[in-house]
């Protein structure tokens, strides 16, 4: 079992008018098999939390611990975050002009694995994963993103997951711009890996809309870069139909 451990987190940026802090004080623990929701606001450090962790080096990290597994995550570089086994899922996904999917996706499971997949294999998988989260095989040899629809690239994304086998997964709204039949290609994707490798999920999402297929164990409400409150599914709930109003006011 792998356990992602956050502890008393800060982290600042800097911005026109100065450094201004971000996250303060992420208390969170994720393991393996359960999924957590991280809903919010606009502004309240979601995205910053997920960057954070991976590594970004817009982020700048003044004090608290990140480990997985006991290993201190604040100490590896980006690459040996992902080898340790955390993956991010952007928000807004990068285009990699002039390298494949196929040779981008074969490329980091080598560098994760230690030694290229078989090839016979790996291209069985890779056919499966894509038919599965319905993308045209065309995509493989397509350059990395360029040219891909909102939801070919959180397809993109989830293929990623499914087929690099991650311990930790950081998906950061992922249901953002996706129609609603791509929003279940989308979640039946991210429910396939857990089914198959148990990994631990962070989600980030302001709506409730993908938690009707991925079922949150655990709801944690962030504000103000801290989290606010915490439950199970049944704070979605009550934050679907009532929203953030009580959490805001009086919030610095």
Do not use: C
């Not at 397809?155 to 087929?163: A, K, P």
């Not at 198959?196 to 709801?219: A, E």
């Amino acid at each position: 079992m792998s356990i992602l451990e956050i502890r008393d987190l800060h982290a600042t940026v800097e911005t026109p008018e100065g450094t201004k802090e971000i996250l303060k004080g992420v208390d969170l623990t994720i393991r393996s098999g359960e999924t957590h929701a991280i809903m919010g606001p606009n502004g309240s450090g979601k995205s910053t939390l997920a960057y954070s962790i991976a590594g970004h080096p817009k982020y700048e990290i003044t004090s608290g611990t990140v480990t997985l597994d006991g290993e201190d995550v604040l100490a590896m570089s980006v690459d040996e975050r992902a080898r340790a086994g955390l993956f991010l899922a952007m928000q807004y996904p990068v285009e990699v002009p002039g390298v494949t999917v196929s040779n981008f996706l074969r490329t980091a499971k080598t560098a994760i694995d230690g030694e290229a997949p078989a090839l016979r294999t790996w291209v069985k998988d890779v056919r499966g994963a894509m038919d599965n989260l319905k993308m045209d095989p065309v995509f493989a040899e397509r350059n990395v993103n360029e040219g891909f629809s909102g939801g070919e690239k959180k397809r993109h994304e989830i293929l990623q997951m499914e087929l690099l086998k991650p311990s930790m997964a950081i998906l950061d709204e992922t249901d953002s711009g996706l129609d609603v039949d791509a929003l279940r290609v989308v979640s039946e994707g991210v429910n396939r890996a857990k089914d198959t490798t148990d990994v631990g999920v962070m989600l980030i999402t302001h709506y409730t809309r993908i938690l009707n297929y991925i079922k949150p164990d655990f709801v944690h409400v962030f504000v103000n870069g801290q989290v606010a409150e915490q439950g199970g599914p049944e704070l979605a709930e009550r934050l679907e139909a009532e929203g953030y109003e009580r959490f805001l006011t009086g919030a610095k």
